[in-house]
């Protein structure tokens, strides 16, 4: 069965500190695997999207990596922001027209 | 426009009403997304286009969920005698359809529906 794990499901991180989200799937056959950021009240948008041939994928201070084998992925966060409260998505597209959502997970960024 | 654009942004409804939630998707993406999102939880799928045609529906949770697109564009999300598990955020996206594969999605703002 096709699915997307994400953990934590929520985080509490102080300003300034680093961040690493997880994403474990079982999706095949696969095509790629997205990261988005979903700011509370807004639709997602998207961060990072990674190919089987690629590991690793930074977007400013938000680096993606990817372990095809293992069908892990982590999304880095460096020196965090207020604004970086949001939830995190991973989503992984089968080599059809199929996307699997991960549920998320909620980071909140304290001062 | 620049980007995908959903209307209306909030509609609140007596249950039982039928409501419409349109999507206006970048122009030139062929592939067209409907989710659901309650609250605090994950994005559920609704149904895909590509095109003006549904090759997926699958995600519809009842036979008073119904969708349309016309053009290659404007799509339309019907919800008949609505219900109050229906109160959620429905969210569009669109993309350019790649062949083998899922394109960059691009997400609209979402319509808010509570249905009292």
């Known amino acids: 069965k096709n699915q997307v794990e994400q953990s934590p499901q929520s985080l509490i991180i102080l300003e300034g500190k680093n961040c690493t989200l997880q994403c474990n799937y079982t999706v095949s056959p696969f095509s790629n695997l997205r990261w988005y950021k979903q700011d509370t009240g807004r639709g997602p948008v998207s961060l990072t999207i990674m190919t089987f041939s690629e590991n690793t994928k930074s977007n400013g201070r938000y680096t993606a990596t990817l372990d095809a084998d293992t069908k892990q992925s982590s999304l880095h966060i460096t020196a965090s922001q207020l604004s970086d409260s949001a939830s995190y998505i991973c989503v992984v597209s089968a080599y059809t027209d199929k996307l699997i959502f991960g549920t998320g997970t909620r980071l909140q960024v304290f001062p | 426009g620049a980007g995908v654009s959903q209307s209306p942004s909030n509609k609140v409804t007596e249950k039982g009403k039928d409501v419409e939630l349109r999507c206006d998707p970048i122009s030139g993406h062929t592939a067209l997304y409907w989710y659901r999102q309650r609250l605090g939880q994950g994005l559920e799928f609704l149904i895909y286009?590509?095109?003006?045609?549904?090759?997926?529906k699958s995600g519809l949770p009842s036979d008073r969920f119904s969708a349309e697109r016309t053009g290659e564009s404007v799509s339309t999300l019907t919800i008949q005698r609505t219900q109050q598990e229906d109160s959620a955020v429905y969210l569009c996206a669109s993309s350019l359809a790649l062949a083998g594969g899922v394109g960059e999605l691009f997400f609209g703002e979402g319509s808010r529906l509570t249905v009292l």
């Open positions: 286009f590509q095109g003006n045609s549904a090759p997926d």
